[in-house]
């Protein structure tokens, strides 16, 4: 079996260690410490007994320009982060004193959010956002007045999808991120710049039953297989300027980037960073992520965004390795409220202008709803759960409904298990299949499900990197008429290494 390398973002797992060792009384701590770092690298381990010292332990790391010394500092704001969580969550009573202490001594140089005055730990990709409890991994750098970030995750999958529309591949996903941030004035000047090693699995991508959406080849749709990510993901810019303590306007622009519409995308959002096959429902609710041409202006009101985008409703094309043209063709807009620190819930609509390359005489108008719930509880574990809706409407063409559910278990920053249910109304499986209509006309509608489960097992490497070993297992729902396709009751699995960069 081959194994190569994938990658995603906000991979989750040292923050709730990080943040628990804060909150936690002197003696829990050495305690902590043993058993959650047994085999942990000394330097990731080593600064944190420091920081529930004061700020006088603080603010060398603030100066320092190593990644190890920045690093203690990306995991000291992370940790100040999670302690309102803590504030607000069960561990109210006994760490209210001290958290407020800590809150106060965090905040002056904490990695800020690009749009609003807020932590980072708010921040998806594009503009989107999580909720605040959301962990933030990444190493981090000052230099002079940039702060930087930098994370990368890497899965090697062996990918096999069961019956006779299935196939088997070993490919390469992932991503590969860093950010820089500013303070200009009363502003915020942040860039991001997102890279995919997906192009080299080629431009069919990965056996995906049920999934659909662009094309290899400018000719053939792509049923039953992802697409690749271009290498590409986000070239972004943004400036954020500060209107009050709470509040902000904000510009975005990217090529490509993401506009407001949807939910974070799935490898941004902490339910589904750690599951490497996209969801069926990709191009119901995130399939915007990867956008050449995106302009997006928006307010922030305390824990309120509202936004709009102007972007190029294509989707990109076969042609994963370069740039593709810009235009501002079509249009979305969000409004995403973060009521308590563990929930973020959004709503948006767009307006896609020929999306599908094969299909160009079909425009889409997409709606989307979601609820993101993050929830880091006793020590070093995390529940993270994402509900997504999303309705294409093609004009002209069927409206199909697609349904999510994914949620994530982190035990201990060591033991991940996920699971993604999903229910998508398709009209686009069986465009290949002879006699069957031509692209782009009104296609009969079959309502699928799919779900997968799976699980990994992390282990510390080196300094900053992590090594996982997981797998995954899918099963589906068909209605009868499909079943003679896929084989009756196919069975398809994942299995994958990965490497974490953070
Ligand atoms: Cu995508």
């Given at each position: 079996?081959?194994?190569?390398?994938?990658?995603?973002?906000?991979?989750?797992?040292?923050?709730?260690?990080?943040?628990?060792?804060?909150?936690?009384?002197?003696?829990?701590?050495?305690?902590?410490?043993?058993?959650?770092?047994?085999?942990?690298?000394?330097?990731?381990?080593?600064?944190?007994?420091?920081?529930?010292?004061?700020?006088?332990?603080?603010?060398?790391?603030?100066?320092?320009?190593?990644?190890?010394?920045?690093?203690?500092?990306?995991?000291?704001?992370?940790?100040?982060?999670?302690?309102?969580?803590?504030?607000?969550?069960?561990?109210?009573?006994?760490?209210?004193?001290?958290?407020?202490?800590?809150?106060?001594?965090?905040?002056?140089?904490?990695?800020?959010?690009?749009?609003?005055?807020?932590?980072?730990?708010?921040?998806?990709?594009?503009?989107?956002?999580?909720?605040?409890?959301?962990?933030?991994?990444?190493?981090?750098?000052?230099?002079?007045?940039?702060?930087?970030?930098?994370?990368?995750?890497?899965?090697?999958?062996?990918?096999?999808?069961?019956?006779?529309?299935?196939?088997?591949?070993?490919?390469?996903?992932?991503?590969?991120?860093?950010?820089?941030?500013?303070?200009?004035?009363?502003?915020?000047?942040?860039?991001?710049?997102?890279?995919?090693?997906?192009?080299?699995?080629?431009?069919?991508?990965?056996?995906?039953?049920?999934?659909t959406g662009e094309t290899a080849d400018g000719r053939?749709p792509l049923?039953?297989?992802?697409h690749?990510h271009d290498?590409f993901m986000?070239?972004?810019?943004?400036?954020?300027?500060?209107?009050?303590?709470?509040?902000?306007?904000?510009?975005?622009?990217g090529l490509p980037g993401e506009p407001?519409l949807?939910?974070?995308?799935?490898?941004?959002?902490?339910?589904?960073?750690?599951?490497?096959?996209?969801?069926?429902?990709h191009h119901?609710?995130?399939s915007t992520h990867i956008t050449f041409g995106v302009v997006?202006?928006?307010?922030?009101?305390?824990?309120?965004?509202?936004?709009?985008s102007s972007f190029r409703g294509r989707e990109p094309d076969q042609h994963r390795?370069d740039i593709e043209e810009p235009k501002l063709d079509s249009y979305s807009?969000?409004?995403?409220?973060?009521?308590?620190?563990?929930?973020?819930?959004?709503?948006?609509?767009g307006h896609l202008h020929s999306p599908e390359q094969l299909s160009p005489e079909v425009n889409e108008d997409r709606?989307?709803?979601?609820?993101?719930?993050?929830?880091?509880?006793?020590?070093?574990?995390?529940?993270?759960?994402?509900?997504?809706?999303?309705?294409k409407?093609n004009h002209?063409g069927?409206?199909?409904?697609?349904?999510?559910?994914?949620?994530?278990?982190?035990?201990?920053?060591?033991?991940?298990?996920?699971?993604?249910?999903?229910?998508?109304?398709?009209?686009?499986?069986?465009?290949?299949?002879?006699?069957?209509?031509?692209t782009g006309?009104?296609?009969?509608?079959?309502?699928?499900?799919?779900?997968?489960?799976?699980?990994?097992?992390?282990?510390?490497?080196?300094?900053?990197?992590?090594?996982?070993?997981?797998?995954?297992?899918?099963?589906?729902?068909?209605?009868?008429?499909?079943?003679?396709?896929?084989?009756?009751?196919?069975?398809?699995?994942?299995?994958?290494?990965?490497?974490?960069?953070?």
């Open positions: 079996m081959r194994l190569i390398f994938a990658v995603s973002c906000f991979l989750p797992l040292t923050f709730a260690y990080a943040s628990a060792q804060e909150a936690m009384p002197k003696d829990m701590h050495h305690d902590h410490h043993e058993h959650a770092a047994p085999s942990s690298p000394k330097k990731e381990t080593a600064p944190e007994p420091k920081q529930p010292k004061g700020p006088a332990d603080e603010k060398p790391a603030d100066k320092k320009t190593t990644s190890h010394s920045n690093h203690i500092h990306g995991r000291t704001k992370v940790s100040a982060a999670k302690h309102q969580g803590h504030r607000e969550g069960r561990h109210q009573a006994h760490t209210g004193g001290m958290d407020q202490g800590h809150e106060g001594m965090h905040e002056a140089h904490e990695m800020k959010g690009f749009l609003g005055p807020y932590p980072m730990n708010r921040e998806a990709s594009g503009t989107s956002w999580l909720p605040d409890a959301t962990p933030h991994e990444g190493i981090h750098q000052t230099y002079g007045e940039w702060m930087l970030m930098e994370h990368a995750l890497i899965n090697g999958v062996y990918d096999h999808q069961g019956g006779p529309r299935g196939g088997n591949k070993a490919f390469v996903g992932g991503m590969v991120m860093g950010m820089a941030e500013r303070t200009v004035g009363d502003g915020t000047l942040g860039f991001r710049a997102m890279l995919s090693p997906d192009p080299f699995m080629g431009p069919s991508g990965y056996p995906l039953l049920l999934a053939t049923i039953d297989r992802q690749p290498l986000e070239l972004a810019g943004s400036y954020s300027h500060k209107l009050s303590p709470t509040s902000s306007v904000f510009v975005y622009a407001a949807g939910p974070a995308a799935f490898m941004h959002r902490t339910s589904g960073v750690d599951i490497p096959e996209a969801p069926i429902t119901w609710l995130d997006t202006a928006g307010l922030v009101l305390d824990n309120w965004k509202i936004e709009a390795f807009a969000r409004l995403t409220w973060n009521p308590i620190r563990e929930l973020s819930l959004q709503v948006s609509a709606i989307t709803a979601s609820a993101t719930y993050t929830q880091p509880f006793a020590q070093n574990n995390l529940w993270s759960t994402t509900f997504a809706w999303g309705r409407m002209p069927n409206t199909l409904d697609g349904f999510l559910l994914e949620s994530e278990l982190i035990f201990n920053r060591t033991y991940t298990l996920f699971m993604r249910a999903e229910r998508v109304a398709e009209d686009e499986l069986l465009e290949n299949v002879a006699g069957m209509p031509e006309t009104r296609m009969p509608v079959f309502t699928v499900n799919k779900v997968s489960i799976g699980g990994i097992y992390d282990v510390p490497v080196a300094d900053h990197l992590k090594l996982g070993i997981g797998g995954l297992v899918s099963k589906y729902a068909l209605p009868s008429t499909l079943k003679p396709f896929y084989g009756g009751d196919p069975t398809s699995f994942m299995v994958f290494l990965r490497l974490e960069l953070s």
